[in-house]
Nanobody, 123 residues
Framework: QVQLVESGGGLVQAGGSLKLSCAAS????????MGWFRQVPGKEREFVSG????????YYADSVKGRFTISRDNAKNTGYLQMNSLWPEDTAVYYC????????????????WGHGTQVTVSS
């Protein structure tokens, strides 16, 4: 079993920045990908960014490309999502998740999820 704990959410003004963290523990030897997703009430959970477990390959949703940066610290077994130039439309609960499938954006491919952290961007 893998356990994930997110932190770093909060309230920020439009144009500001936040950095989310996701600490992983447990049986991570089979994990291929760490992903970040977000969800607002009444909408489906959407893919934001993904990184392979070694941390050398990243990919992003078009809506965040150039503004968000995903990374991993292998020594700490922690993933990060640096979010810059935040817009009110980025307001959501952000979740980190892990998958045994490489380079996937599909929600159904992720089998372990954190509890989520709220990000609110005011205009």
């Amino acid at each position: 079993q893998v356990q994930l704990v997110e932190s770093g959410g909060g309230l920020v003004q439009a144009g500001g920045s936040l950095k989310l963290s996701c600490a992983a523990s447990g049986r991570t030897f089979s994990v291929k990908t760490m992903g970040w997703f977000r969800q607002v009430p009444g909408k489906e959970r959407e893919f934001v960014s993904g990184i392979n477990w070694s941390g050398d390959s990243t990919y992003y949703a078009d809506s965040v490309k150039g503004r968000f940066t995903i990374s991993r610290d292998n020594a700490k077994n922690t993933g990060y999502l640096q979010m810059n130039s935040l817009w009110p439309e980025d307001t959501a609960v952000y979740y980190c998740a892990t998958s045994r499938v490489p380079y996937t954006r599909a929600v159904v491919a992720y089998d372990t999820w954190g509890h989520g952290t709220q990000v609110t961007v005011s205009s």
